[in-house]
């Protein structure tokens, strides 16, 4: 319970730095299973992903999921199949952070930029992760700018 309330706060002042630029140390294992969910299917400014960390779909059948090996890969429940990934295993890739700049990015424990959805200047405010499997970004007043593609 402790160690919960402990985990909960370490996860809370990540999220809430400005633009993802943490330096999140290795000894704190943020989450324990990849059952363990960020509440929702969104991801604000300045929330991120790190690693074993997952939002999921309203309706429960896909999930997104920012792997140890450094993939960002969108899952149906179910059959567990890969329905979406930024194939970046094996890059390094730590944490996936939807920026205040409307960039959705994927960066290195060393602050290195891996991936991303290239869509500065489009107003985006957050991403979800639809019923249909594709995560999808969201200016303010809920306008699509940018979606998955297989
Ligand atoms: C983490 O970043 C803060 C702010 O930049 C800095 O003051 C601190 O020394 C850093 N800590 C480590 C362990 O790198
Ligand atoms: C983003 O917002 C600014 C300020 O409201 C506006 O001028 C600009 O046209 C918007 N960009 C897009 C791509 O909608």
Same mark, same amino acid.
């Given at each position: 319970?402790?160690?919960?309330?402990?985990?909960?706060?370490?996860?809370?002042?990540?999220?809430?730095?400005?633009?993802?630029?943490?330096?999140?140390? %290795?000894?704190?294992?943020?989450?324990?299973?990849?059952?363990?969910?960020?509440?929702?299917?969104?991801?604000?400014?300045?929330?991120?992903?790190?690693?074993?960390?997952?939002?999921?779909?309203?309706?429960?059948?896909?999930?997104?999921?920012?792997?140890?090996?450094?993939?960002?890969?969108?899952?149906?429940?179910?059959?567990?199949?890969?329905?979406?990934?930024?194939?970046?295993?094996?890059?390094?890739?730590?944490?996936?952070?939807?920026?205040?700049?409307?960039?959705?990015?994927?960066?290195?424990?060393? %602050?290195?930029?891996?991936?991303?959805?290239?869509?500065?200047?489009?107003?985006?405010?957050?991403?979800?992760?639809?019923?249909?499997?594709?995560?999808?970004?969201?200016?303010?007043?809920?306008?699509?700018?940018?979606?998955?593609?297989?």
């Amino acid at each position: 319970m402790l160690k919960e309330i402990f985990v909960t706060t370490v996860l809370i002042s990540i999220f809430n730095q400005a633009n993802c630029i943490t330096n999140q140390t %290795n000894t704190i294992k943020i989450h324990a299973n990849k059952k363990d969910f960020i509440d929702g299917d969104k991801l604000v400014i300045d929330q991120c992903l790190v690693e074993d960390s997952s939002i999921k779909s309203a309706n429960g059948e896909f999930f997104l999921i920012m792997e140890k090996n450094g993939n960002l890969v969108i899952y149906a429940t179910n059959q567990k199949v890969p329905i979406w990934a930024t194939n970046t295993d094996k890059t390094g890739g730590k944490r996936v952070c939807m920026q205040a700049d409307s960039d959705f990015n994927m960066y290195s424990h060393s %602050n290195t930029l891996i991936w991303s959805s290239k869509t500065k200047g489009l107003n985006g405010t957050y991403v979800k992760l639809q019923n249909n499997g594709k995560l999808e970004m969201f200016t303010k007043a809920d306008k699509k700018v940018w979606e998955t593609k297989k």
